[in-house]
């Protein structure tokens, strides 16, 4: 079915072959010895497990044409399952704070975007493990090239760096016009997602599975109708739930939450949209009318100009009317 992505870390698409490819294209040391042993390493028991190995897989990525290259690879996967656009998120401070010149991030990934035939617009990532000075310096840094992102997020450890520790540089970008998104409620508890919300005013919450523990800030969500980019595989593999029999997304649905599936970081966690969709809908009770929800539910939270998304939601509609479900 025709489909938008929203939670995808440009960095987290990088897979081992690439990894391993770029390592060599630049000269730089890998701590492990194959693809095989690399892949072997990827299991993970809480988000920071991860992080520390995706951190670690970034440090292959050098130049402008790196960062072209894998953003390639991620948009043609994202063209065979059928993603019709894609807001990609990128992370500038693990690169810049390698030398890395922020200009080659940026230029690269969007030149990749440019040459796509995949709708895709970019979204810079602040990590919110540094302080909220760094991502001031980074946000200017990043301002000669306003043009080519449409919003700032907030992603890595979550747990201990609540939303509101960045309340001035996520107040600064919402007067530069930027759309504004968070990680929250992945493993944070639910009183993040109302941080995200009161304190930095997102337009979307990334993951905000742990909303249902507070009923109240359910229905809030529900009646503003707050997106949440669910990532179903990325939730199993970094323990948020068990197994995807325990996936509270029909949950989320049945509150009436505008939820989506996404892949946040296909490379490691097995998979692009499509795997996350087939996983999902193997293990709970959820049908056509489902897959009819969450493909409109992502045109419907995508930050995409009324006309543009219209033509979407009607390519849905064709789409799932052979279905007899509209
Ligand atoms: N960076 C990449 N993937 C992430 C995730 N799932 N949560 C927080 N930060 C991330
Ligand atoms: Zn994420």
């Known amino acids: 079915m025709p489909k938008a992505e929203l939670h995808i870390h440009i960095e987290g698409s990088l897979e081992p072959e690439l990894i391993f490819a770029l390592a060599e294209r630049n000269g730089v040391q890998l701590a492990y010895s194959s693809v095989e042993a690399l892949r072997a ?4 028991s809480d988000l920071q497990s991860f992080l520390d190995i995706y951190y670690a897989g970034a440090s292959v990525l050098l130049q402008e044409q ?15 399952d059928h993603v019709r656009h894609a807001e990609i998120f990128f992370d500038p401070q693990t690169h810049t704070a390698r030398g890395v010149p922020i200009e080659y991030v940026i230029n690269g990934i969007h030149r990749a975007c440019v040459d796509s035939p995949v709708s895709a617009s970019l979204i810079l990532c602040f990590l919110r493990h540094l302080s909220e000075d760094d991502a001031i310096a980074t946000l200017e840094q990043a301002l000669p090239h306003r043009d080519k992102f449409i ?3 907030l992603d890595s450890s979550e747990v ?10 996520f107040s600064r970008c919402r007067d530069l016009g930027l759309h504004l998104v968070a990680h929250a409620g992945e493993e944070g508890p639910p009183s993040y997602i109302e941080t995200a919300l009161d304190v930095l005013q ?12 507070d009923p109240a800030l359910t229905r809030r969500l529900a009646a503003m109708r707050m997106p949440l980019t669910v990532c179903p595989l990325s939730n199993i593999k970094l323990r948020v739930f068990d197994q995807m029999q325990d996936h509270n997304l029909l949950q989320l649905l049945d509150a009436g939450l ?15 949209m499509n795997d996350n ?3 999902a809908f193997d293990s709970l009770p959820l049908g056509l009318q489902h897959a009819y929800q969450l493909s409109r539910n992502s045109f419907e ?3 995409l100009p009324q006309e543009e998304k219209q033509r979407y939601l009607d390519e849905v509609d064709a789409y799932f009317a052979a279905f007899n479900v509209v």
């Not at 390493?41 to 993970?44: L, V």
């Not at 201990?160 to 540089?169: H, L, Q």
């Open 151 to 153: 919003g700032v997020g």
């Open 160 to 169: 201990g760096n609540p939303p509101e520790k960045f309340a001035r540089v």
């Open 41 to 44: 390493a990827y299991a993970f």
């Open 258 to 272: 505008v939820a989506t599936v996404n892949s946040d970081d296909p490379a490691y966690f097995g998979g692009y």
């Open 202 to 213: 997102v337009e979307r919450i990334d993951h905000g599975v742990r909303c249902l523990e």
């Open 277 to 279: 969709f087939v996983a």
């Open 301 to 303: 939270a995508a930050f």
């Open 66 to 80: 790196d960062f072209y290259d894998m953003t390639a690879a991620y948009l043609a996967r994202a063209q065979a």
